[in-house]
């Protein structure tokens, strides 16, 4: 099964409406192209916010359902594709999560996730605005498949892909913002970079499945000030199950594509590696502790 799968690679601007009604165009494109899956970037319809700690932020976040997110419950249904959005989600006064909510082709909610390890460094003060998720690594199921969804800091973590892919996840896909803070040099740059795809691929090979990760692109300036602020890297990339690239997206530039992935390809190729099975999971219980002196 060769699913058609669409990626939005963007630049955001601080106008969330207008960022809303760019991606709403593309998602209206990308069907018409043929997708059946569209994946967009972490936190969407906003600048990301997270470079300063403001209170003032907090009023971003919206409950589910919301008035954004029925925008995007309302494409889905009008074009019969699957969405995967990223939403600021308020669970209540004072208690918010970074979601990444799925949207089924009828425009129902299939499922969400909620970003489970949440980053703490400078021009990233994510640990100030989002509560860690609870909803544990569940696969959502949808009519395209099961989706494994993390989110950005997340795709860090072999144990989060791990756990999805021993709940039957089909593919694995991470909404991302992340790129480079100014001070860094340029072969710090660039190993950053490698090591963030080198990681996500890592994961595809692993647990034989493929991996979708979009991320956004463009400057962000730092409101404080005490930073340069965010070029994000976008360089968004889908990789089949034995880690080969099957897409990769520009560094600098927007970017949308729909891009087959062959879900059922995954079978094989696990017959050939069955890591599955050769797993040792009567010696892998210290993996529950932080550390082990």
């Not at 009023?59 to 995007?72: K, R, T, V």
């Not at 199950?241 to 995954?266: M, N, T, Y």
């Amino acid at each position: 099964m060769k699913l058609k799968t669409g990626i939005i690679q963007q630049h955001n601007t601080a106008d969330s409406v207008e960022n809303r009604r760019r991606i709403i165009e593309k998602i209206r494109k990308l069907a018409a192209d043929g997708a059946k899956l569209i994946v967009n970037q972490e936190l969407h319809d906003t600048l990301y916010f997270c470079q300063t700690e403001n209170v003032d932020y907090c009023g971003h976040a919206a409950p589910i359902p919301s008035e954004a997110l029925e925008a995007y419950c309302a494409v889905a249904r009008e074009c019969g594709v699957v969405i995967v959005t990223s939403v600021y989600e308020r669970r209540a006064p004072g208690l918010y999560h970074n979601t990444a909510v799925v949207i089924e082709k009828d425009g129902s909610i299939a499922g969400k996730y909620r970003k489970m390890h949440i980053p703490d460094d400078p021009a990233y003060y994510e640990k100030f605005y989002f509560t860690p998720g609870d909803l544990g690594f569940k696969p959502i199921d949808t009519s395209v498949g099961r989706l494994g969804v993390l989110v950005c800091w997340d795709q860090w973590y072999p144990e989060a892909a791990r756990l999805m892919a021993l709940a039957g996840a089909q593919l694995l896909i991470y909404p991302t913002a992340i790129g480079w803070e100014s001070s860094d040099t340029d072969d710090e740059k660039s190993r950053q970079r490698e090591a963030w795809i080198t990681v996500q691929r890592g994961h595809a090979i692993a647990n034989g499945l493929p991996v979708v990760s979009v991320n956004r692109v463009g400057y962000e300036k730092d409101p404080s000030e005490h930073t340069g602020g965010i070029q994000f890297w976008g360089s968004s990339f889908v990789c089949g199950p034995q880690g080969e690239f099957i897409f990769r997206a520009s560094d600098s530039e927007e970017e949308c594509a729909v891009i087959d992935v062959d879900l059922a390809r995954s079978e094989q190729v696990r017959r050939w590696w069955p890591f599955l099975r050769d797993r040792r999971i009567d010696a892998y219980s210290d993996l529950t502790k932080r550390f082990i002196d």
